[in-house]
């Protein structure tokens, strides 16, 4: 009898992590800070070719301290994907800014290239920035949406939270923006139990957040401050963490995939189901296994999948239908509402065998009509 829960997506640690962590100890650098942090920045660097990255406490941080180094204060207008996760977005809040929530497309589920163009042209003013989400893992359409950027001196900031190692046209995901942002937090494909990590190509903007990330102190002996900042920097300790995590960040990105098409072929013959599309010039790293149903409820097959002691999720409730947002500004034509209404998020975790994902894919099957 198999009685454990089958959890979306738990921590994959590789047995490195209790090493490095004592090594930690041993040095006595408990602290924000140390070399662990540096070692861990090295290894995006090398994994990412971003020249520049920044460790910090969350990725939700890192988007804060790329709208603050923008210059994005009160009142300006920062566009974004409305199909996502809240820390996408709330850092536009922390700087009294003006969301514009953009809807996805049918063929990236990610930001709509067409829909970006009509709320440049419908924004109350010229948008500084656009925040870019790269939906669990897999590349948006970033060719289109750069040269919109370009075209209208947008800043892009990639929202690469969940697609760490995704690559598109064979280049890094975070890469392309004047900012990326990637997670650590407990459920992403590899995890810190909490983290983020700010990468950029200009060294100057980097110093900026790191300036800002440890309060904002001007060099002096003694505490000088001309400006505030916050206390966003990564413990040296999971620091430890994350340097054996990227350690097998390759194998794991091989794992999601192979889960991934180990749900294809077992539902292959559900004509009713849609997986997430992936751009034919981008491979991204399938973080989550995410379906559309065309004619079933995702909600009675969701917990047909609990009683069965399994976590399944429904897609990100798109922003701009947040109560939270009701008067805010968008483009929406439907789509993520449609993909949120229909969607759910199987198991993906990289520890599955393909014993368990035939064994979701026999309860999601008896689930559709
Ligand atoms: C997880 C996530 C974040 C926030 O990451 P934290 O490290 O938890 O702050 C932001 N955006 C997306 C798309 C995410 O999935």
Avoid at 14 to 32: D, L, M, R, V
Wanted: charge should be negative; glycine fraction near 8%.
């Amino acid at each position: 009898m198999i009685t454990h829960r089958l959890f979306l997506s738990p921590p994959h640690m590789s047995g490195k992590e209790q090493a490095y962590i004592a090594e930690a100890f041993e040095s006595n650098y408990i602290a924000p800070l140390g070399p662990m942090v540096e070692r861990f920045e090295e290894s995006i660097r090398k994994f990412t070719l971003a020249p520049n990255a920044l460790a910090l406490s969350s990725a939700t941080a890192a988007l804060h301290l790329a709208l603050r180094v923008l210059g994005v204060g009160a009142g300006d207008v920062v566009l974004t994907s409305s199909f996502t996760f809240i820390g996408s977005v709330a850092p536009i809040l922390y700087q009294n800014a003006i969301p514009v929530f953009i809807d996805s497309d049918t063929k990236s589920w990610n930001l709509s290239p067409l829909l970006l163009e009509k709320a440049i042209q419908t924004a109350p003013k010229k948008p500084k920035a656009l925040i870019l989400t790269h939906l669990y893992g897999q590349c948006a359409d970033l060719e289109a949406i750069i040269a919109l950027c370009n075209a209208h001196g947008i800043a892009l900031i990639e929202d690469a939270a969940e697609s760490l190692g995704g690559v598109y046209e064979g280049r890094q995901s975070g890469t392309f923006g004047t900012f990326g942002v990637y997670s650590f937090n407990g459920n992403k494909i590899l995890t810190t139990s909490g983290g983020g990590m700010l990468v950029s190509a200009n060294k100057e903007l980097i110093e900026k957040a790191r300036f800002y990330s440890t309060q904002a102190r001007d060099d002096a002996p003694h505490y000088e401050h001309t400006d505030f900042g916050y206390n966003y920097r990564l413990s040296n300790i999971l620091a430890a963490i994350g340097i054996a995590q990227m350690e097998v960040l390759p194998e794991r990105i091989l794992a999601r995939r192979q889960i991934f098409e180990w749900y294809r072929e077992a539902l292959s013959d559900i004509g009713e189901i849609t997986f997430m599309p992936e751009l034919p010039n981008a491979t991204g790293n399938r973080w989550l296994t995410t379906v559309t149903f065309e004619r079933s409820d995702p909600t009675s097959i969701r917990l047909a999948l609990e009683k069965e002691n399994i976590e399944s999720r429904p897609l990100w409730k798109p922003m701009h239908l947040q109560p939270l947002f009701q008067e805010a500004l968008r483009v929406a034509d439907g789509t993520a509402q449609s993909l949120f209404e229909r969607g759910l998020c199987l198991p993906s975790g990289t520890q599955m065998s393909q014993e368990e994902v035939i064994r979701v894919s026999e309860i999601v099957k008896k689930g559709c009509q």
